[in-house]
DNA sequence: TGAAATTATTTTCCAAGTCAACTATTTTCT
DNA sequence: AGAAAATAGTTGACTTGGAAAATAATTTCA
């Protein structure tokens, strides 16, 4: 440990997350697809129809920062907006054919990311590591 | 587990990763200061002189910005540049005064912030989780 | 009821980040 | 030596991110 900020946890943290992160962003980035994109299209993947809001939270992201992502996958074709049914205030989000069809295309890529670090940690260490970084939030 | 990206390690990693930093950014901004300027000043504090490429890859940042951020820091009299004494090509990065004052001023700040993760995770806990991280780089 | 407060999302304006190209210096190699 | 390649850092054009204000719809409550 020959630099001090290499002792605080969360420097760590943060050096853990951008080898991880720069990983999977070369990896996705062959499918002209972005991590946050990603998130996305997994999250409305597995339940359609999210608010804004709730999927801001979900995909860890501020939402003016989430609007205009939004903004670029709905020009490209990958989802599109519904105002809420019960709150006309809520826009809700839904893939389309193509975000699906394109969700399809990347989710081996994400999931052998996820199993290479698997691999290398081995089950037992997995299962710690998400223990443990659940108790920081 | 009721979001399927719950479950990619990348994702946690970035969850955890998410609220330290705002955690210290909401901290740090009482004092004017970003967490990555943390980062620099302490990183200069221990070892002074450091070149800009060297600083990068500790402060985890693409030298492109790391070079605007200490424009920044120039004109907030932080720091200075030096031409290298050897290589003509290298800049070298020292603290001013009033870096090192700041510094002695915010690292309470940021000390206290890492010692309320140790309180809640228990030594050994952290240990295991810089053991875990450390093998992910 | 209906004015005031609250909530969901977007917009605006500005600060910060990225990629690729560029300058300057040093190294390599014939 | 000296031309070509490599390296350190910065710059410029463009994109993205963020805080606060704005908009629109819903709730609250006197």
């Known amino acids: 440990m020959k630099n001090p900020i290499e002792s605080y946890i969360s420097y760590t943290l943060a050096a853990a997350h951008r080898a991880v992160h720069q990983s999977l962003t070369a990896a996705l980035k062959e499918h002209g697809v972005q991590v946050e994109v990603w998130r996305v299209l997994e999250t409305l993947d597995a339940e359609p129809s999210q608010t804004m ?55 081996d890529v994400v999931q052998s990311q996820d199993e290479a670090i698997y691999n290398l940690l081995g089950e037992s260490e997995v299962a710690k590591l998400n223990d443990i970084l659940g108790r920081l939030m």
Chains 1, 2 share one sequence.
């Open 53 to 107: 809001g709730e999927l801001a939270r979900i995909v860890l992201m501020n939402p003016p920062t989430l609007t205009k992502m939004v903004d670029r996958m709905v020009m490209d074709g990958l989802v599109h907006r519904q105002a809420g049914k019960s709150d006309q205030r809520q826009v809700n989000l839904m893939l389309t054919d193509l975000g699906r069809k394109r969700m399809a295309q990347i989710r």
